[in-house]
């Protein structure tokens, strides 16, 4: 079958078509190009395809050319298994280089616009399945292809990432389990590849949790507490299992360093998601709760605020909701600090302080 296109003038292409011209192009060459990527036939003869690509620079532009109009024609994933193959047989790292780029942006962008799209309908889908099937079977490097895997976590949801990655099991990762394990090597990065495994232990899936355990570990223990890092603890402590880990191993000389951890968090992060994150750190240690108060009340005081009251509010929110936290302690440093109209908000939200009243 040949095809009469009509190509798209804005396709993707590295060519300066006012530079090139066709006239320097070997006949031969342009003919077997033309038929090899605006037709399907596999009857081509390319034995000395490559002693032809070699022959003039020109033609290396002119084969992207073809590829990259080729791309925008629908062919099914046999057609491009073959035509990538013949292209990778060429041994041209730089011609490589440039579709591995224009395949995998193209579907990167692609899977973040459509929710489980049809893998045999979509040209961006069809491109990215032939090319990392070749390069699986040709041993060649798939990293780039499986790091773009582990990213899909933050673009799509645990469905949709489900069975997009089914389609490159067993020829990029060999399982979906094994890509669990694989993403839970990557907590420390991100918050949302542990949601994710959340998600698809809750799925039924059965996941070796040996990994996150010794990720939240290392984010207590080891890892500068820089705010990815300390996202990514906050989110792992709410897990119970991991919170039990944590607390086998948490000594008293270990206490210094959640503290320094706290300190550096800014406010938000401290209240976070309905004060989470303070019902969490003080079932790890209860003995930081006066720490853990007085870093809050700094940060809260830090930021600005037009509405009057609002940040002895949350103190009070606190206090209330925490009995580790002593009202006491909030009142001397409300009193340290010359905070006299928030003073009378925290007298009232305590009668039982009223009695202090004569010492703030």
Request: charge should be positive; hydrophobic fraction near 40%.
């Amino acid at each position: 079958m040949t095809l009469l296109v009509l190509v798209n003038p804005n396709a993707p292409c590295d060519i300066d078509h006012n530079m090139m011209f066709l006239d320097k192009v070997d006949p031969k060459f342009r003919v077997i190009t033309d038929q090899l990527f605006f037709t399907d036939r596999t009857d081509i003869d390319v034995s000395d395809y490559a002693a032809l690509l070699a022959k003039k620079p020109e033609h290396r532009s002119y084969l992207w050319d073809r590829v990259s109009r080729s791309t925008e024609i629908y062919w099914d994933e046999s057609f491009w298994i073959n035509r990538f193959n013949l292209i990778l047989s060429l041994e041209d790292k730089k011609l490589e280089e440039d579709i591995d780029s224009l395949i995998m942006n193209r579907f990167r962008n692609f899977i973040t616009r459509y929710h489980n799209p049809d893998p045999k309908m979509y040209n961006q889908y069809i491109h990215m399945l032939a090319w990392a099937k070749v390069r699986s079977e040709r041993k060649d490097n798939v990293q780039p292809i499986k790091k773009l895997l582990l990213e899909l976590p933050h673009l799509m949801s645990v469905d949709q990432l489900m069975q997009t990655v089914k389609q490159f099991v067993p020829f990029i990762v060999p399982s979906i389990e094994e890509y669990a394990s694989i993403l839970s090597k990557e907590l420390g990065h991100s918050t949302r590849s542990f949601q994710v495994l959340k998600n698809l232990e809750a799925q039924g899936l059965a996941l070796d949790k040996a990994p996150m355990l010794k990720t939240a570990r290392d984010l207590l223990f080891k890892r500068v507490p820089n705010r990815p890092n300390r996202r990514s603890f906050f989110g792992m402590l709410e897990d119970k299992e991991v919170m039990a880990h944590l607390k086998s191993f948490y000594k008293p000389e270990h206490r210094d360093r959640l503290i320094e951890l706290i300190k550096r968090c800014d406010y938000k992060e401290i209240e976070e998601y309905h004060l989470r994150n303070i019902k969490n750190l003080l079932e790890l240690d209860a003995s930081i709760a006066d720490e853990l108060m007085e870093t809050y009340a700094v940060k809260l005081y830090s930021r600005y605020t037009g509405h009057k009251g609002a940040n002895v509010k949350r103190l009070v929110r606190a206090c209330k909701t925490f009995s580790q936290f002593s009202p006491k302690k909030v009142l001397a440093w409300l009193s340290a600090n010359n905070k006299m109209s928030d003073i009378k908000i925290m007298l009232s939200s305590f009668p039982d302080l009223k009695n202090l009243a004569a010492f703030v």
